[in-house]
């Protein structure tokens, strides 16, 4: 079955962190790039990350710039999403996503149309 699965979702203090991981499964994530995605209660689900299928290219929204980082490693086929500082409005639903891009343009990760979608993996910050 092709998928992508997060896990390391959990319970942290603000202030604290959390590392996420994405892993697929069925296919090789080489010619992927990959974001991350987060829905909060009553809300708009909104694109946190993206990392390029070279891992040279990133994009972050505002409100996670300085305190999380993405990072992918082809060699496990996962890609990750470090968390710092954490802070209560971070508490979200996380979603990984993939979207097949042409070896043309290894740097890019800005994409409309994500080809895979994970379940979901719950983060919950306390203050």
């Known amino acids: 079955q092709l998928q992508v699965v997060e896990s390391g979702g959990g319970l942290a203090q603000s202030g604290g962190s959390l590392r996420l991981s994405c892993t697929a499964s069925g296919f090789s994530l080489d010619s992927y790039a990959i974001g991350w995605f987060r829905q909060a209660p009553g809300k708009e689900r909104e694109e946190v990350t993206c990392i390029s299928r070279s891992g040279q290219g990133t994009n972050y929204v505002d409100a996670v710039k300085g305190r999380f980082t993405i990072s992918r490693d082809n060699a496990k086929n996962t890609a990750y999403l470090q968390m710092n500082s954490l802070k209560p409005e971070d508490t979200a639903i996380y979603f990984c996503?993939?979207?097949?891009?042409?070896?043309?343009?290894?740097?890019?990760?800005?994409?409309?149309?994500?080809?895979?979608w994970g379940q979901g993996t719950q983060v919950t910050v306390s203050s």
């Open positions: 996503t993939a979207a097949r891009l042409p070896s043309v343009i290894p740097d890019e990760c800005r994409v409309t149309t994500w080809d895979y």
